[in-house]
């Protein structure tokens, strides 16, 4: 319907979509629809040969479950008028067809037995199957059936029981994920090598859908308005991360200047990456600190690559996200024992769960409350679950027997908090050292985020109690100028370089000189090398970014004179005037 109402685009034309550029780079590749509803995610799991039966029986039980459903969806479709009661009523009954004795149905629990695995993996196996055969036949009407085979898959998947989440199991190849919306959870199950990039019609810059996507390195466009309605499974698209736009089913000319721009920004890259083993030090001798942020202990492969010198920041909620149970104190220590082991020696900042707003985690049973952003989140969430806080605790204390840790808390506002989780951290470390456990020691330094204004604002107190600061640009910057950063509709109007921010990092950066602790800035800022002098100039000498920032940072640290240019940035920051801000940047400017 949407398509006739917008002559300006013509299905299967070039067309481009205008976003919010989030993951440099350039994608070329086919269209995968993305669509939580019709996806699902499921863990494959081996079945000893006892329980071949019983899989088979469950399947059995969750295929009439499946079938009782639709039964229901009939009797709903017949109050629908009649020519969508005919539509529907087709629909259904080949649902149904699929879900009796078909093909595919022997064909799982045929599986079960010969693959020996769960009946969920049997299902999408296939699924998976079916689909490749209806696609080689090359005929549009097969094609289209592959959307209900999928349907049907996914609904028994359902009825197994098993808990939903995105998945991305069929990708085609060089596939560039298309959604409405990405949530940072279904962002940590791309597989890069799958994966070549994504674009999506909501979300802001400073998303964590965006921050994962800088992760894995992939080319991103937030925010493509109508995107969705015109894009289809198929079709080929270029992402220009860089500029932040989407090219639909470009014309040749376009293809061909697109795969020379690739080519070039891959080049560029690769001599960037030479850059790996050089030090980060200034013109003028002063030596930076560049840290890698990580979500998933799978990066750490990028992190070593990206010469980083330590993990300035371990999101660990990541560990929380994508299952239905909680990881416990074991599981935690085990994949953090890995991370540290292979970092060998270099320094692994921890932070506890952040968990609210948009990342969130079914296990947890986590309830958004009315305001998100300003809810029972983080650290006060951590608080509200003392288990919970002690297992995670634990674990890193235990992992920081094979390296050098830090402990970091999120959404710090008060002393208290940090009082409170040093009290247990101390009463943890006597339980486990009585139970001859071996942990870090001496015991790790407990850091803050500073990303609430009134954190930065209380610093010089709050840097009595804390070890290190890690300043967090994205909420800094989002409490500060009340924008939400997940909000595509305000995205314009977030600006880290906005004088309030500003001076709160200032604020920040002098307590922690004062107290003499450590600071670091660890928000997306750290990874932008044009705000690199302006950071160094404000007396951050730690920066700690996604792995791929690293060599274009260093490559600018290297190009930088510090001591001609801190007193400016101070003086910029103290007249607050955006307009000599942005002259300040872009005189610096290498770009
Ligand atoms: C930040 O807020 O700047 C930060 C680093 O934490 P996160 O992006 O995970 O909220
Ligand atoms: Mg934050």
Same mark, same amino acid.
């Given at each position: 319907?949407?398509?006739?109402?917008?002559?300006?685009?013509?299905?299967?034309? !070039?067309?481009?979509?205008?976003?919010?550029?989030?993951?440099?780079? $350039?994608?070329?590749?086919?269209?995968?629809?993305?669509?939580?509803?019709?996806?699902?995610?499921?863990?494959?799991?081996?079945?000893?040969?006892?329980?071949?039966?019983? /899989?088979?029986?469950?399947?059995?039980?969750?295929?009439?479950?499946?079938? !009782?459903?639709?039964?229901?969806?009939?009797?709903?479709?017949?109050?629908?008028?009649?020519?969508?009661?005919?539509?529907?009523?087709?629909?259904?009954?080949?649902?149904?067809?699929?879900?009796?004795?078909?093909?595919?149905?022997?064909?799982?629990?045929?599986?079960?037995?010969?693959?020996?695995?769960?009946?969920?993996?049997?299902?999408?196996?296939?699924?998976?199957?079916?689909?490749?055969?209806?696609?080689?036949?090359?005929?549009?009407?097969?094609?289209?059936?592959?959307?209900?085979?999928?349907?049907?898959?996914?609904?028994?998947?359902?009825?197994?029981?098993?808990?939903?989440?995105?998945?991305?199991?069929? *990708?085609?190849?060089?596939?560039?994920?298309?959604?409405?919306?990405?949530?940072?959870?279904?962002?940590?199950?791309?597989?890069?090598? !799958?994966?070549?990039?994504?674009?999506?019609?909501?979300?802001?810059?400073?998303?964590?859908?965006?921050?994962?996507?800088?992760?894995?390195?992939?080319?991103?466009?937030?925010?493509?308005?109508?995107?969705?309605?015109?894009?289809?499974?198929?079709?080929?698209?270029?992402?220009?991360?860089?500029?932040?736009?989407?090219?639909?089913?470009?014309?040749?000319?376009?293809?061909?200047?697109?795969?020379?721009?690739?080519?070039?920004?891959?080049?560029?890259?690769?001599?960037?990456?030479?850059?790996?083993?050089?030090?980060?030090?200034?013109?003028?001798?002063?030596? $930076?600190?560049?840290?890698?942020?990580?979500?998933?202990?799978?990066?750490?492969?990028?992190?070593?690559?990206?010469?980083?010198?330590?993990?300035?920041?371990?999101?660990?909620?990541?560990?929380? %996200?994508?299952?239905?149970?909680?990881?416990? /104190?074991?599981?935690?220590?085990?994949?953090?024992?890995?991370?540290?082991?292979?970092?060998?020696?270099?320094?692994?900042?921890?932070?506890? *769960?952040?968990?609210?707003?948009?990342?969130?985690?079914?296990?947890?049973?986590?309830?958004?409350?009315?305001?998100?952003?300003?809810?029972?989140?983080?650290?006060?969430?951590?608080?509200?679950?003392?288990?919970?806080? %002690?297992?995670?605790?634990?674990?890193?204390?235990?992992?920081?027997?094979?390296?050098?840790?830090?402990?970091?808390?999120?959404?710090?506002?008060?002393?208290?908090?940090?009082?409170?989780?040093?009290?247990?951290?101390?009463?943890?470390?006597?339980?486990?050292?009585?139970?001859?456990?071996?942990?870090?020691?001496? %015991?790790?330094?407990?850091?803050? %985020?500073?990303?609430?204004?009134?954190?930065?604002?209380?610093?010089?107190?709050?840097?009595?109690?804390?070890?290190?600061?890690?300043?967090?640009?994205?909420?800094?910057?989002?409490?500060?100028?009340?924008?939400?950063?997940?909000?595509?509709?305000?995205?314009?109007?977030?600006?880290?370089?906005?004088?309030?921010? *500003?001076?709160?990092?200032?604020?920040?950066?002098?307590?922690?000189?004062?107290?003499?602790?450590?600071?670091?800035?660890?928000?997306?800022?750290?990874?932008?090398?044009?705000?690199?002098?302006?950071?160094?100039?404000?007396?951050?000498?730690?920066?700690?970014?996604?792995?791929?920032?690293?060599?274009?940072?260093?490559?600018?640290?290297?190009?930088?004179?510090?001591?001609?240019?801190?007193?400016?940035?101070?003086?910029?920051?103290?007249?607050?005037?955006?307009?000599?801000?942005?002259?300040? $940047?872009?005189?610096?400017?290498?770009?």
């Amino acid at each position: 319907m949407k398509r006739e109402s917008r002559p300006s685009i013509v299905p299967g034309k !070039q067309h481009t979509f205008t976003g919010l550029a989030v993951g440099r780079g $350039i994608a070329i590749g086919t269209v995968y629809r993305h669509d939580s509803r019709y996806d699902v995610y499921v863990r494959e799991v081996r079945i000893p040969e006892n329980r071949i039966n019983r /899989e088979q029986d469950r399947f059995a039980v969750a295929a009439r479950k499946a079938d !009782q459903e639709i039964d229901a969806l009939q009797v709903k479709a017949q109050k629908l008028p009649a020519a969508a009661r005919e539509e529907l009523g087709y629909l259904l009954d080949a649902y149904q067809q699929m879900l009796k004795g078909s093909r595919l149905i022997r064909g799982v629990e045929k599986r079960i037995a010969t693959d020996r695995i769960n009946a969920e993996a049997a299902v999408l196996k296939e699924i998976n199957l079916m689909e490749d055969a209806f696609a080689a036949m090359d005929d549009r009407y097969l094609s289209a059936r592959i959307d209900d085979i999928r349907e049907v898959g996914n609904r028994l998947v359902r009825s197994l029981g098993s808990k939903q989440a995105a998945a991305f199991s069929s *990708l085609p190849h060089k596939a560039v994920i298309v959604s409405d919306e990405l949530s940072p959870a279904d962002t940590a199950l791309l597989d890069p090598k !799958q994966v070549a990039g994504l674009a999506t019609v909501l979300g802001g810059v400073e998303s964590h859908t965006a921050i994962m996507a800088r992760s894995l390195a992939l080319p991103a466009v937030v925010a493509a308005a109508e995107l969705t309605s015109w894009a289809a499974n198929g079709d080929t698209i270029i992402v220009d991360g860089g500029k932040g736009t989407v090219i639909l089913n470009p014309a040749k000319s376009v293809l061909l200047d697109y795969r020379k721009r690739r080519a070039n920004y891959l080049r560029g890259r690769r001599a960037l990456d030479k850059l790996r083993a050089v030090p980060a030090v200034t013109q003028d001798g002063i030596a $930076i600190t560049l840290q890698a942020n990580i979500e998933l202990p799978s990066e750490i492969d990028s992190v070593l690559r990206s010469g980083a010198t330590g993990i300035g920041l371990l999101r660990s909620e990541f560990l929380f %996200m994508n299952r239905d149970d909680l990881p416990g /104190e074991d599981e935690q220590f085990t994949a953090l024992r890995e991370v540290v082991k292979r970092m060998e020696g270099r320094p692994v900042t921890i932070r506890t *769960l952040d968990i609210g707003a948009d990342k969130l985690s079914d296990a947890l049973g986590f309830e958004p409350g009315p305001n998100p952003a300003l809810g029972l989140r983080a650290i006060r969430f951590s608080l509200s679950r003392r288990k919970t806080l %002690m297992e995670q605790l634990a674990a890193i204390l235990r992992a920081g027997a094979f390296g050098p840790v830090r402990i970091l808390l999120p959404m710090v506002c008060t002393i208290e908090e940090v009082k409170e989780v040093r009290r247990i951290l101390n009463r943890l470390a006597g339980r486990l050292k009585r139970r001859g456990v071996k942990i870090a020691d001496p %015991m790790p330094p407990l850091g803050i %985020m500073i990303e609430i204004p009134g954190a930065a604002l209380a610093a010089d107190a709050l840097a009595v109690e804390a070890d290190f600061f890690a300043i967090g640009t994205n909420d800094l910057t989002q409490y500060t100028l009340a924008i939400d950063r997940t909000d595509e509709t305000v995205a314009h109007l977030y600006n880290p370089l906005h004088p309030g921010v *500003l001076r709160l990092i200032q604020f920040s950066a002098d307590a922690a000189a004062a107290a003499g602790i450590p600071v670091s800035v660890c928000g997306e800022m750290a990874g932008d090398e044009r705000l690199t002098p302006l950071l160094l100039g404000l007396g951050i000498a730690e920066l700690s970014m996604a792995a791929g920032s690293i060599p274009r940072v260093k490559k600018r640290v290297r190009g930088l004179n510090l001591s001609a240019i801190a007193g400016r940035a101070r003086r910029v920051i103290s007249d607050a005037n955006p307009e000599r801000i942005n002259t300040f $940047i872009s005189d610096l400017d290498i770009a």
